[in-house]
Each structure stands twice: as C-alpha cells, then as structure tokens.
C-alpha cells in the first residue's frame, strides 16, 4: 500500500476544501492539577459534519476515487464502530452513490439511527469491529462495492491530517497536538503533517485499548483485546502500519491514560464548557487534565482535538430530561 506522506495531506486538503467544515479553534484554561503553566487551545473537530473528524477522509476517499473514475455501481460499503461509517455514508449521498455499512452489534443506537436518517444500508455482524470488518469484506467480493476502511487507508488519514493544516493556521507557533488513537487514522494523517512543520504529536489512548502502544512497544503490529469505556470509537484490535511508521519518529509521544480519567475529563467538558462529546474526544484531554499522560513545558502551546459527539448525553452528571 502506498505510504503516507505530507504531499498526500496537501492533495487532501484540495479535495476537500469547501466540502467539510474548517474546524473552530478556542484557547482553553488550564486543567487543574499544578504542573508548568502553558498555552492550551481546543480544536472543536466534532463540530464537523456527522459529528467527527471522520468525514474529512471519507470525502477524500471518495473524491479521489470520482476523480479516477472508479467509484463503481454498487457503491461503497465500510466497516465501523460508528463514526466512519457514519461519514462514509454522508459523503456516498454527497456523491450519489449507496453506502453499505457493517456495524458491531454493540455499537451506539445513537449512531445506527443516524446511518439510517442518512440513508445507508446498516448490517450489524458480531461483538467486535473485527466481525463486522469480515463481513463487510464478504460483501465487497460478492458484490462489488468499493471496500473502505474506517482508518487504515491513505487517503483517509491524509484527509484526517487536513485537520492539522488548520489548526497551526490558526495558533501561530503551535508546538504540541493532541491526538486519541483508535486505529491510528487520524493520529497518523495529523502526525504526518506535524512532523512536517516540526510539532509534536501525543497520541492518547485508554490504558485498555492501545493498540498502538503496544506496537510502539513491541516495535511492530500486535493485536490487543479492547475494553474500555471509549472503546465504541478508540477500539481497534490492531493499529495502522502507517500509524506505528509515525509514532517511531521523532517528536512524537505515546501515551495511556485510564478510563477514570477519560470519563473525567468528559464530565469536566460538559459541566465547565457545556460540551458534550464521546469518551473518545475525551481521552485526548484526559492526557493533559489528569497530568498521567503528557506533561507540557513551561509555555508549551498545546491543541487538543476534541474529534467526536456521537454520543448519547443523559450519562453526563447535571444532564436533566427536558422539564425535568
């Protein structure tokens, strides 16, 4: 397969352009918990359409391949834990073509209602994504709809690492992002791209779900069991080789941080920011706020992406039901 590069990053960001939402960027307050005082900002990416940062590899993805000419009559099909296939299903209507989606029965009822309101064809296979992503392959041999992948393909990280493009426009002397990895989509597009202007990269995932830290560990692809409460978004058995290929450079940290401190962290974005987001976006703050995971310099200028919202809000502490 082809190996990512900056170059892929830049074509995604001209496909892309006008096509997704540039994200909102806001300088934050520093978590509690002492440490060296440094500069911290928010990169609202679950603002994007469908709800994460997803969408920006779908519509690269498929772009791409209206461009050549080889999107086929049968459409799209892709395998998910929910937010890609969310915006695969999102940029198929774009285009005009079916979207076939392949969910683990567990996933979020929240994201099965919204693949069906926007119209794709939702087939929940097994427990684990790694059943659904069997039988979506199945699918694609026997029917002939383009296979997708919910991280591991070029053009969707390149299209994830859009992202960082305009977050640096928008904090001037960026040093540091902050990343959840799941499979390693959206760390590796973002970490491509930071490597590039010299920032650092923190990839962050629950101490129960890193497949990438345990294949930086190992020094290649393992698989690992997930189980965490950020697992619906952050529960890949193996991450990406373009991800391990990232986390091995320079500037770039590995992290783990437990589940107490995920949920934390989403409580404290909504009952301090009114956001509510899934305990995936929240693991990458969970990093900063807990002071487990990565400890900025003195006047460190730190993003985090906050990468997702697909979540069902009535478990956050202070959600009340409407005149309740």
């Known amino acids: 397969m082809h190996q990512l590069s900056y170059a892929d990053v830049k074509t995604a960001g001209d496909r892309v352009a006008g096509r997704v939402r540039p994200v909102a960027v806001v300088r934050d307050e520093l978590p509690a918990g002492g440490g060296e005082p440094y500069d911290l900002w928010l990169a609202l990416e679950f603002m994007q359409h469908t709800g994460s940062f997803?969408?920006?590899?779908?519509?690269?993805?498929?772009?791409?391949?209206?461009?050549?000419?080889?999107?086929?009559?049968?459409?799209?099909?892709i395998a998910s834990g929910g937010n890609a296939g969310l915006a695969c299903a999102w940029a198929a209507r774009q285009q005009g073509v079916r979207a076939t989606v392949f969910l683990?029965?567990?996933?979020?009822?929240?994201?099965?209602?919204?693949l069906r309101a926007y119209g794709a064809d939702v087939r929940l296979v097994g427990v684990e994504y790694a059943e659904a992503a069997?039988?979506?392959?199945?699918?694609?041999?026997?029917?002939?709809?383009?296979?997708s992948h919910a991280y591991d393909h070029p053009l969707i990280a390149a299209g994830a690492g859009t992202l960082l493009e305009e977050i640096r426009r928008q904090i001037p002397g960026l040093d540091t992002v902050v990343?959840?990895?799941?499979?390693?989509?959206?760390?590796?597009?973002?970490?491509?791209?930071?490597?590039?202007?010299?920032?650092?990269?923190?990839?962050?995932?629950?101490?129960?779900?890193?497949?990438?830290?345990?294949?930086?560990?190992a020094g290649r692809l393992v698989d690992v069991t997930p189980d965490s409460v950020a697992a619906d978004s952050l529960g890949a058995r193996r991450a990406s080789a373009a991800a391990l290929r990232a986390a091995q450079q320079d500037r770039v940290h590995s992290v783990t941080v437990p589940d107490g401190e995920i949920v934390r962290a989403r409580r404290a974005?909504?009952?301090?920011?009114?956001?509510?987001?899934?305990?995936?976006?929240?693991?990458?703050?969970?990093?900063?706020?807990?002071g487990l995971g990565y400890r900025p310099q003195h006047g460190e200028r730190v993003a985090v992406v906050l990468c997702g919202a697909n979540t069902d809000p009535s478990d956050l502490e202070g959600v009340h039901p409407p005149n309740g």
């Not at 997803?54 to 993805?61: E, S």
Request: aromatic letters at 4%.
């Open 134 to 147: 069997s039988a979506c392959a199945d699918f694609a041999a026997d029917s002939g709809a383009l296979p």
């Open 269 to 290: 974005l909504w009952e301090q920011r009114r956001i509510a987001v899934e305990h995936g976006a929240a693991t990458a703050l969970a990093a900063l706020a807990s």
């Open 54 to 77: 997803k969408a920006r590899g779908a519509q690269n993805f498929l772009q791409a391949h209206r461009e050549a000419g080889t999107l086929p009559e049968a459409g799209v099909t």
């Open 179 to 217: 990343v959840a990895v799941g499979g390693g989509g959206l760390f590796a597009g973002v970490a491509t791209a930071a490597l590039h202007h010299g920032i650092r990269t923190v990839a962050v995932e629950p101490e129960n779900c890193r497949a990438l830290n345990a294949a930086v560990e």
């Open 104 to 114: 683990p029965e567990t996933a979020p009822r929240v994201k099965v209602a919204k």
